[in-house]
T-cell receptor
Framework: DAKTTQPPSMDCAEGRAANLPCNHS???????VYWYRQIHSQGPQYIIH???NNETNEMASLIITEDRKSSTLILPHATLRDTAVYYC????????????FGKGNQVVVIP | DAGVTQSPTHLIKTRGQQVTLRCSPK?????VSWYQQALGQGPQFIFQ???????QRGNFPDRFSGHQFPNYSSELNVNALLLGDSALYLC???????????FGQGTRLTVV
């Protein structure tokens, strides 16, 4: 079962930063926060993951609160191609490949 | 690098029939997982194969079975198809146990 809560949908303006929230209040000490996205009719795509420190890669930044009960995925300059369903998942990365997807957050980037 | 490839891309079957879906993992990957995604829902974990053995299984009936071959490719078999088995079936591969999963484009199965 999914252990995260996300808004079902949100809009954001093209060219602006998109901040996608996720609550994971029951996260365990050894669980990481993973983000995937799924563009229509495609398979999910890995974005980023982190344990407790903020992380950044070429796609996005991940901000995890100090108590680790919530996080925010930041798309720095949203484009129309970022329109997708975004999934926030918590999991132990070693010895367990299972990804427990919820319904995700349908993000629509508006021109 | 071809990434994760799945075949066929689309399939239509009749209730009661059997179906086999195929997956070739990304080069260098040895772990394959299968997911079922119903319309409007997130993907649901079916099972995972590593070293040619089923390592983990989700809440799916025995009608769902699989196999992993020595070249790490995998098959998903579904027997006695039901209308409710209509979904997008996704394959994901990884290198070793617990690494980030890379997904294929999926097979769209329609049961009529």
């Amino acid at each position: 079962d999914a252990k995260t809560t996300q808004p079902p949908s949100m809009d954001c303006a093209e060219g602006r930063a998109a901040n996608l929230p996720c609550n994971h209040s029951t996260i365990s000490g050894n669980e990481y926060v993973y983000w995937y996205r799924q563009i229509h009719s495609q398979g999910p795509q890995y974005i980023i993951h982190g344990l407790k420190n903020n992380e950044t890669n070429e796609m996005a930044s991940l901000i995890i609160t100090e108590d680790r009960k919530s996080s925010t995925l930041i798309l720095p300059h949203a484009t129309l191609r970022d329109t997708a369903v975004y999934y926030c998942i918590v999991r132990v990365p070693y010895g367990n490949n299972r990804l427990a997807f919820g319904k995700g957050n349908q993000v629509v980037v508006i021109p | 690098d071809a990434g994760v490839t799945q075949s066929p891309t689309h399939l239509i079957k009749t209730r009661g029939q059997q179906v086999t879906l195929r997956c070739s993992p990304k080069s260098g990957h040895d772990t394959v997982s299968w997911y079922q995604q119903a319309l409007g829902q997130g993907p649901q974990f079916i099972f995972q194969y590593y070293e040619e053995e089923e390592r983990q299984r989700g809440n799916f009936p025995d009608r769902f079975s699989g196999h992993q071959f020595p070249n790490y490719s995998s098959e998903l078999n579904v027997n006695a198809l039901l209308l409710g088995d209509s979904a997008l079936y996704l394959c994901a591969s990884g290198q070793g146990y617990g690494t980030e999963a890379f997904f294929g484009q999926g097979t769209r199965l329609t049961v009529v």
